[in-house]
């Protein structure tokens, strides 16, 4: 019996050490030793997203838009399944590694950038960041390497993607971007200026209830129509202006125009013809798509991360308050050239006149 001392207490120390080793392995697995201390950049990037959640709106969150608490899931996960249970999450965690986009949807503001961002996270070779990064125009100063932290793991042959409007309007965006990558390819997407001046005004509306008219806002002096080029809301349509600034650095076929309508009309359509830019296979096409009569907008059968048909959220599709048609067809007026330059520059008529 004396010999059998040494050999129990050596199966004893064995079994420990192997309780020790499974119990360290399942820690890892479900992601927290990924939550060890992290540098200063990735603490302030967590509260930087809470705030600058679809283009720094501080509204309603949309189905699509990740919540706060996906947001934080992503940061220490590295995923952007905004709505994958936590499980998925922790398992993919030290898979892939973070590269810099290789695609980018630079605009336009209220021109559709949220619905093509959450069609293409439906594709399994695309991932993508929930809210929008803002590094080229608001926090190039914190780095590169603070950017590429922000972006999702990838895997090989994964594209990893970001959409920040307010690029496309952003003087130092175009070399910003290009001295980062200068295959980095562009997505906008185009809407009628004029639909478009409207929406923007009604996101501010709903924000401020108290807004000056849209009337008031467009015009410099109502008597003789000269429209307000430095309202924003104008500014931003003047969209032959914003892409010559862009094609200083970029050629042409670096970029892809998205026509804001024919998302709305036609989804599949359109999701082609950005998988064939991104040199994607088609997997995204009209059997994802269902359009929702009530929301007046198609939407996900199956968003990503869910199994659920989802459409967009309350602040995507807002009902815009009537503007009298004279000021419409003066703003129309005003875009006309500027449109038709545009379409020369692109090479594409998106039939707005
Ligand atoms: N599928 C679907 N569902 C809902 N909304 C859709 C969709 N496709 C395009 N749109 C249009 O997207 C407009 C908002 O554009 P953005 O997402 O670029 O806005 S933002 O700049 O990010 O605030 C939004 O503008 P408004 O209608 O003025 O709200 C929509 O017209």
């Keep these: 019996p004396v010999n059998h001392v040494p050999n129990v207490q050596s199966k004893l120390s064995v079994f420990f050490t192997m309780i020790i080793l499974f119990t360290y392995l399942f820690y890892c697995l479900n992601g927290f030793c990924d939550s060890l201390p992290r540098p200063v950049y990735d603490q302030q990037t967590i509260q930087q997203n809470k705030i600058i959640l679809n283009d720094g709106a501080p509204e309603q969150l949309g189905a699509y838009n990740a919540s706060p608490a996906s947001l934080v899931r992503e940061q220490l ?18 898979f892939g590694s973070k590269k810099f986009p290789q695609a980018i949807i630079i605009g336009v503001k209220k021109g559709g950038t949220r619905a093509l961002l959450e069609f293409l996270r439906i594709h399994p070779d695309v991932r993508a960041v929930g809210a929008e990064p803002h590094f080229f125009d608001r926090f190039y100063d914190k780095g590169l390497e603070w950017y590429r932290n922000l972006m999702p793991r990838t895997l090989e042959g994964q594209i990893t993607m970001e959409k920040t409007p307010s690029y496309f309007i ?6 910003r971007v290009f001295s980062m990558s200068r295959h980095t390819k562009l997505i906008v997407v185009v809407r009628d200026p004029v639909t478009r001046a409207v929406s923007d005004y009604t996101q501010t509306l709903s924000k401020s209830p108290g807004l000056p008219s849209f009337q008031n806002l467009a015009f410099r002096n109502a008597t003789t129509g000269l429209i307000d080029t430095s309202w924003s809301a104008v500014r931003i349509g003047i969209y032959a202006k914003h892409l010559e600034n862009w094609l200083r650095f970029f050629p042409l076929s670096r970029f892809l125009f998205v026509s804001g309508e024919r998302l709305v009309t036609d989804p599949a359509g359109e999701m082609g013809r950005v998988q064939d830019f991104l040199g994607l296979k088609r997997v995204v096409t009209d059997k994802h798509f269902y359009f929702n009569q009530t929301k007046g907008f198609p939407c996900l059968k199956k968003p990503e991360g869910s199994s659920r048909p989802r459409c967009l959220g309350k ?14 067809l003066r703003l129309r007026d005003f875009y006309r050239p500027f449109n038709l330059k545009f379409y020369q520059m692109t090479g594409h008529n998106f039939g707005w006149d």
């Design 77 to 94: 996960s590295g995923l952007t399944h905004s709505d994958a249970p936590s499980n998925n999450i922790s398992i993919a965690n030290n």
């Design 170 to 175: 952003t003087k130092e965006a175009p070399r």
């Design 315 to 328: 602040s995507k599709g807002r009902p815009h308050p009537q503007i009298p048609s004279e000021v419409l």
